[in-house]
């Protein structure tokens, strides 16, 4: 054998060497452990870690069951306050855990994760701090109980002797049109209404918009507003989703197929984004001067 021919195959005999290596180094990930994909930004300990027992329990949203300790597991309670302008402001609050909005979709950690809204067991938004703001519109007159349930990141309910971890507050809320703390909480009327068009009761200014096949009806664009001004943003998704003001902090669930107001007053300036939260559409841009 000539050296030439020897050099060459000494070559591809190690570079067939460093792929297997680099082979099985991706197959174990950092530290000989199996790698997991996960959201772009987490951590590999926010993609790999977990806590508790899985369990084959599901909450009434087909969610299962984390189950730890009583020691130490996370506590909530919900406090409702009436708000001054419209509706309810709820306080969380919560014990042996934290609100972790930037991992969510990562691995459950300890203490760590969301929490839902329900009334009625209908889940109405997800939650992210300690305060939300439910309007008026979204609660029908009578008699009903608020439910705030505690969730990891990897959406499992956190669980304790195989209950989940949950608040619970009763709220009564008066019949449409009735007056509380002298605002109106007429419910939205019946019937399509086009973008600016008359302002919702109460409002100063109404914004329409549809979201249908993942299109924004009209395009999302600017809408400027006076600071102090009242907007009511009147959508209607073709998909279950939640609306979010940025900026404001405020939520509204949208059931499919039916229009759902927002009434918020314009009390910051900036420039806030309007979007939904499933489908991460923008539905509009609130420019406050």
Request: hydrophobic share 35%; glycine share 12%; with cysteine.
């Amino acid at each position: 054998m000539t050296a030439a021919r020897q050099g060459s195959r000494l070559r591809t005999a190690a570079l067939l060497a460093a792929v297997l290596l680099l082979a099985g180094g991706a197959a174990t990930g950092c530290g000989g452990r199996p790698t997991t994909h996960h959201k772009p930004g987490t951590s590999h300990e926010q993609a790999t870690g977990s806590v508790g027992t899985l369990l084959d329990a599901q909450d009434g949203n087909g969610h299962r069951l984390r189950e730890v300790p009583a020691e130490g597991a996370p506590q909530v309670r919900v406090t409702v306050h009436p708000d001054s302008e419209d509706g309810w402001n709820l306080q969380l609050a919560v014990e042996h855990f934290r609100f972790t909005p930037d991992s969510t979709g990562g691995a459950a950690l300890p203490g760590a994760g969301h929490a839902h809204l329900e009334l009625d067991g209908r889940k109405l938004a997800r939650l992210y701090g300690p305060w939300f703001h439910l309007p008026a519109a979204q609660v029908p007159e009578g008699a009903h109980t608020l439910t705030v349930r505690l969730y990891a990141d990897d959406h499992t309910a956190w669980a304790v002797a195989g209950k989940p971890v949950e608040g619970t507050a009763p709220l009564t809320a008066a019949a449409p049109g009735a007056s509380a703390g002298g605002h109106d909480h007429a419910a939205p009327p019946a019937g399509p209404a086009p973008s600016d068009g008359p302002p919702q009761a109460g409002a100063d200014r109404t914004v329409t918009i549809t979201v249908r096949d993942g299109r924004v009806s009209p395009a999302p664009g600017r809408t400027e507003l006076k600071r102090g001004e009242r907007i009511a943003l009147r959508v209607t998704s073709d998909r279950a989703d939640t609306l979010h003001v940025h900026g404001y902090d405020k939520e509204l669930a949208l059931p499919a197929g039916q229009e759902a107001t927002l009434v918020l007053t314009a009390d910051r300036t900036g420039l806030f984004e309007v979007e939904t939260h499933t489908s991460r559409l923008v539905l509009t841009q609130l420019l406050v001067r």
